[in-house]
């Protein structure tokens, strides 16, 4: 995660990684009649099959997606991800050390007189927990039909 700035403020950017992963949590929310296969998966949400492999199996570990084996397999988001914050997902993908300090205060020659780490912290902290204001569910709430059609899949009545 990088800030860079913007006329009304600084935007915060995540990395692809945990782009790909709220997608893809996301798609498996609206579209959850059926396990939902990595290449579809991926041809739907336009982005690469390879790298969605490496965040679904991230996912999978956190126990927020469960694989299904076989033919018919794929993607399944668990029932309790629908109440996973915007913030959990982060926090489960996201490198969260903004600056080098974060994980080492050895590592800058200005960490004992600087007060960048407290201020960068200070910022994170707002970050999350705006994101814990939203949920998967909240994401998707009343917008199922929308998004399963731009995703290439024609909601069922």
């Known amino acids: 995660m990088f800030l860079s700035g913007h006329c009304h403020g600084a935007w915060v950017h995540l990395t692809r990684r945990t782009d790909y992963g709220l997608r893809l949590l996301m798609l498996l929310a609206v579209d959850d009649e059926a396990p939902v296969g990595l290449a579809d998966a991926a041809q739907r949400l336009e982005v690469s099959a390879n790298h969605l492999a490496k965040v679904a199996q991230a996912l999978t570990h956190a126990e927020l997606i469960r694989s299904v084996r076989g033919r ?27 600056v080098e300090c974060f994980e ?20 994170n902290r707002a970050f999350l927990e705006t994101l814990r204001d939203h949920t998967i569910e909240d994401l998707v709430a009343r917008r199922r039909a929308p998004l399963l059609r731009l995703t290439g899949k024609t909601p069922q009545s």
Do not use: N, Y
Not at 79 to 96: G, H, K
Not at 104 to 123: N, Y
């Open 72 to 98: 018919s397999g794929g993607f399944m988001l668990l029932p309790a991800t629908r109440q996973s914050t915007v913030a959990d997902i982060v926090e489960t993908l996201e490198p969260l050390a903004l």
């Open 104 to 123: 080492d205060a050895d590592a800058c020659k200005l960490s004992a007189s600087c007060r960048l780490h407290g201020v960068l912290a200070e910022a």
